[in-house]
């Protein structure tokens, strides 16, 4: 009998070892449970703030977007293009062009009719005011001529 009692109380023993676990790992599982209720909600909040500032259709303040362009090249050695872009420019901006892509500039360029100050060419090419100011041409090493009227 006496070893017996030896064996209870060994057990007795690991009993509390094994609570003493059980509770280590409940407070270590409610830790983790805690964290991801706040990541949770932290995903909500950005997608809550993303939807309500940027909706569908929108765009980001300062970028610009393509709607339409229309190629006529019916005419030899000539195509004329038209290009149609929707911006969301911050204040003191309006939309203009920027190496050969829709941009927000600075309103003064547009104001001013300065446009080669919006860089419209593309960077191995000149910027050239048309006469009249109603526009500009890039030329392009080879010779080839872009010109670019503002509507």
Do not use: Y
Not at 36 to 55: E, K, N, P, V
Request: charge should be positive; glycine fraction near 8%.
């Amino acid at each position: 009998m006496k070893s017996g009692a030896n064996v209870l109380v060994v057990v007795g023993q690991l009993n509390g070892d094994v609570v003493w676990m059980l509770k280590a790992v409940r407070m270590l599982m409610l830790r983790v449970a805690w964290a991801l209720a706040g990541a949770a909600i932290c995903c909500f909040l950005i997608i809550l703030i993303h939807s309500r500032f940027l909706r569908e259709g929108q765009l980001a303040a300062g970028t610009c977007e393509i709607v339409t362009l229309d190629r006529d090249s019916s005419q030899p050695r000539r195509t004329i293009a038209r290009q149609t872009a929707r911006c969301a420019c911050k204040k003191g901006q309006i939309a203009g062009t920027t190496r050969a892509r829709p941009a927000c500039v600075d309103a003064r360029i547009v104001k001013t009719k300065q446009w080669c100050d919006m860089v419209p060419c593309l960077e191995d090419e000149g910027c050239d005011l048309l006469v009249n100011k109603s526009g500009w041409t890039c030329t392009q090493p080879s010779g080839r001529v872009k010109t670019t009227t503002v509507s």
